[in-house]
């Protein structure tokens, strides 16, 4: 079976890393490097993959570049796994068969966000289903479908590392008599779809004035990335984890409550413990190393109100 390999980001890497061990993949396709390092663009992680196994990769702006060059290669299945980027008819037909490991239990949460959708909206479980591309978004027929629990304390990231591998394990379980015409899929109802569009720049921004468990579900459904936002005196600092902590004050929410080896901040009905931070120039760090010295916030600041 020749395999092509379209993903980007480290969800489809064990999927690329689990079809080269088994069949023959003729071309890995990627987005473009957007992301910089010290003005070095760094490769997406489906990239780094491919060059550290020797295989043959593109990453053009637009998949229909690669038409004549894919054409050539007569290959037979094409298996897509978060690629980010339309693929037409143009090149679909040029398999005999096309899968897409896709992060939710279709048909709920078609689209590019279903992962943080699922989490921001409190749902309790998701999944991974194994479907043919079709023209329209993620409505193609399901080969396979598994499920996974969130918890409360289930960020983005650790959802998707757990999909990411459900995901390799459903499609190697189904590929094979999807090829040979066994399993010839199941229809979504098209009235039981819902959508999950990427996440809207206004939307990384927390507003302190909701529950908490609201609060600590866009945090959490952002933890990947880019990370929840807040605005203060002028800086954007980012949000990664944090936890629900009690508080029965009347403090205006947004209100600063505690520096004192912990960042509390008040919500509607509660506050929340803010534990991972991102400061404008700085890495990544825990908020116990944060407050060592810092001179950002003082008690009782508001953050927003």
């Known amino acids: 079976m020749k395999i092509v390999f379209m993903g980007t980001p480290d969800f489809a890497v064990p999927i690329l890393k689990a079809l080269d061990e088994k069949y023959e993949v003729l071309l890995v396709i990627s987005q473009p490097n957007r992301v910089k390092k010290k003005g070095i663009f760094l490769d997406t992680p489906v990239a780094k993959e491919a060059k550290k196994r020797n295989l043959f990769l593109r990453q053009p702006e637009k998949v229909k570049e690669l038409y004549e060059e894919i054409k050539q290669m007569n290959p037979d299945v094409l298996v897509s796994a978060a690629y980010g980027q339309y693929v037409p008819s143009t090149i679909l037909n040029l398999f005999k068969k096309t899968l897409n490991v896709h992060g939710s239990l279709l048909p709920k949460y078609r689209g590019g966000a279903p992962i943080q959708r699922a989490i921001r909206n409190g749902d309790t479980k998701t999944g991974v289903t194994i479907i043919e591309m079709a023209k329209r978004l993620d409505s193609g027929v399901m080969y396979g479908k598994t499920e996974c629990e969130i918890t409360d304390k289930d960020t983005?990231?650790?959802?998707?590392?757990?999909?990411?591998?459900?995901?390799?394990?459903?499609?190697?379980?189904?590929?094979?008599?999807?090829?040979?015409?066994?399993?010839?899929?199941?229809?979504?109802?098209?009235?039981?779809?819902?959508?999950?569009?990427?996440?809207?720049?206004?939307?990384?921004?927390?507003?302190?004035?909701?529950?908490?468990?609201?609060?600590?579900?866009?945090?959490?459904?952002?933890?990947?990335?880019?990370?929840?936002?807040?605005?203060?005196?002028?800086?954007?600092?980012?949000?990664?984890?944090?936890?629900?902590?009690?508080?029965?004050?009347?403090?205006?929410?947004?209100?600063?409550?505690?520096?004192?080896?912990?960042?509390?901040?008040?919500?509607?009905?509660?506050?929340?413990?803010?534990?991972?931070?991102?400061?404008?120039?700085?890495k990544k760090m825990k908020v116990k190393d944060f407050l060592n010295g810092q001179k950002i916030f003082k008690e009782y600041d508001v953050i927003s109100c």
Do not use: W
Not at 205 to 212: D, M
């Open 156 to 282: 983005s990231s650790m959802v998707f590392e757990r999909l990411s591998y459900l995901g390799r394990d459903l499609l190697l379980e189904v590929i094979e008599d999807v090829y040979n015409g066994k399993n010839l899929g199941i229809a979504q109802i098209e009235q039981e779809a819902t959508y999950a569009p990427n996440i809207e720049p206004e939307e990384e921004i927390l507003n302190f004035n909701k529950p908490s468990k609201e609060v600590l579900r866009q945090i959490h459904s952002l933890a990947l990335e880019p990370g929840a936002t807040i605005f203060f005196h002028g800086m954007r600092i980012k949000i990664y984890e944090a936890r629900v902590v009690l508080d029965s004050s009347r403090n205006c929410p947004g209100t600063i409550l505690s520096l004192n080896k912990k960042l509390l901040v008040k919500t509607l009905d509660g506050a929340i413990e803010i534990e991972e931070i991102l400061i404008p120039g700085k």
